[in-house]
């Protein structure tokens, strides 16, 4: 369950999400300044500057940074700060209580730099309206935009319980049906969103919620992005947005026109990571993450787990085709597949995908390389080596029963 967060988890946080320092080297600091509790305590923050991970103006940026988001955060009218619920690679969420309406929310305050930017500004309170008319159960409700101190604000409603890369983070690996269940109502406030006209572009275990009652809500819906998709995904090979594990190719290349094919791209990416315990492209650099994404071959995720239908396998696969073409064209038609798949019947819309892109390539006069190849292709590459190996043995066989023959 979630914990409000104090001064030194912030900190740690926030300074491996804006790259200063590696989680191993969080973690280092943090075992050491437990062994150190007792006999010569320390905070996490004079230990990262001692060993070098952080520099003293790094740190003294990151302090100012949370000091100045708190007393912003306290000087919005209306609401009572509770505490804080934990921090992103850009901003800070509160716990508040909406004292006209005594509820419990979250309050997300953003950095200043992007009260600099008022093409930024204008998208975030146009965003914020367009998420304010969306009412889905499995959306995290948009509340209120507004601004204090210098600091732009969201206010949401408040879920009490953790994020499905909590789970991750913990080493959990999904079982079929329960990330099915997951994926499911994620798909679900994407078809309401899409409806409405509203694209997320940041799915990713972070941005989906689970409440104590198993109801999965999707978070940041309408929360602008810093700039075009392009620069955001810059600023990610910087480290500073998190890493793109999830991100669609038609982002990282800046396409304008990014559509709800985007968001099934984001959706597949962390369907996989459930399922298989990995992220689908694997890099040290960000830039090398996006690289793959753009250009390498999905492992696909049934030869990662084995126990995984063949049927997800091929969902997954089609969510996370390189050419939104080749992606189901809608939520709608995705949602069709993953009830067949979950009531174990073959998803007929995938399939159907992997014949036509077979079709499309073959008719192009591509030669269908190994590289690209399709499951059906797989199956009979296999099915030939089979039947070669089999003839390999076969004709040993006779040949050491002539040689014995002659032998004897
Ligand atoms: N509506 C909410 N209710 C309760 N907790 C929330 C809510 N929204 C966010 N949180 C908590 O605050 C944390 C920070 O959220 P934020 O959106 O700033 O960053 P993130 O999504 O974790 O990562 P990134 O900065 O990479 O997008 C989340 O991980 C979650 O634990
Ligand atoms: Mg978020």
């Known amino acids: 369950m979630m914990n409000e967060t104090n001064y030194d988890t912030m900190f740690g946080k926030m300074a491996v999400e804006q ?4 989680n191993a080297e969080l973690h280092r600091c943090l075992e050491k300044r437990q062994s150190r509790r007792k006999v010569n305590p320390v905070g996490l923050e004079d230990l990262m500057i001692d060993l070098g991970y952080v520099t003293l103006s790094q740190a003294q940026r990151l302090k100012d940074t949370i000091k100045e988001s708190k007393a912003a955060v306290h000087r919005i009218p209306g609401y009572q700060i509770l505490g804080k619920l934990g921090a992103g690679a850009m901003a800070v969420v509160y716990k508040a209580k ?3 309406l005594n509820r419990t929310v979250a309050i997300k305050v953003l950095p200043k730099r992007f009260t600099e930017n008022p093409e ?3 998208r975030f309170y146009k965003e914020g309206q367009a998420a304010a008319k969306l009412n889905h159960n499995n959306i995290v409700q948009a509340h209120d935009v507004g601004e204090a101190g210098g600091y732009h604000y969201f206010v949401m409603e408040y879920v009490e319980g953790k ?6 983070a913990a080493g959990k690996v999904f079982a079929e ?3 099915l269940d997951v994926i499911i109502q994620v798909a679900r406030a994407l078809a309401h969103a899409h409806s409405c006209g509203l694209i997320h572009r940041d799915v990713k275990p972070k941005n989906i919620m689970i409440n104590a009652a198993g109801v999965v809500k999707l978070a940041d819906m309408g929360l602008a992005r810093e700039t075009t998709d392009i620069e955001a995904a810059k600023s990610e090979a910087g480290k500073a947005y998190g ?4 991100i669609a190719p038609e982002q990282i290349r800046g396409e304008i026109d990014i559509d709800g094919r985007a968001d099934i791209y984001g959706l597949g990416a962390t369907f996989y990571h459930i399922v298989t315990g990995r992220v689908p492209f694997m890099a040290d650099d960000p830039a090398d993450v996006m690289r793959k994404h753009l250009r390498e071959q999905l492992i696909p995720p049934d030869h990662i787990n084995t126990s995984l239908s063949a049927g997800a396998s091929e969902v997954i696969e089609v969510m ?4 939104k073409e080749e992606r189901y064209n809608s939520v709608e038609e995705l949602m069709a597949d993953l009830d067949l798949v979950r009531m174990g019947q073959p998803p007929i819309r995938a399939r159907k995908r992997f014949d036509v892109s077979l079709l499309e390539q073959l008719e192009d006069g591509q030669a269908v390389e190994a590289e690209g190849e399709f499951p059906i292709q797989q199956a009979v590459t296999r099915y030939r080596t089979a039947i070669l190996i089999l003839g390999s043995v076969i004709a040993i066989l006779m040949l050491i029963i002539i040689l014995l023959i002659f032998s004897s």
């Not at 790259?19 to 590696?22: F, P, S, W, Y």
């Not at 994020?163 to 991750?168: A, F, S, V």
């Not at 890493?243 to 999830?246: R, S």
């Not at 996370?320 to 050419?323: D, F, L, N, Q, S």
């Open 19 to 22: 790259g200063l320092c590696t």
């Open 98 to 100: 909406q004292l006209s």
């Open 120 to 122: 930024y500004v204008e």
């Open 163 to 168: 994020t499905l890369y909590d789970d991750i």
């Open 177 to 179: 049906d329960e990330a």
């Open 243 to 246: 890493t793109p594990y999830y």
């Open 320 to 323: 996370m085709a390189k050419r």
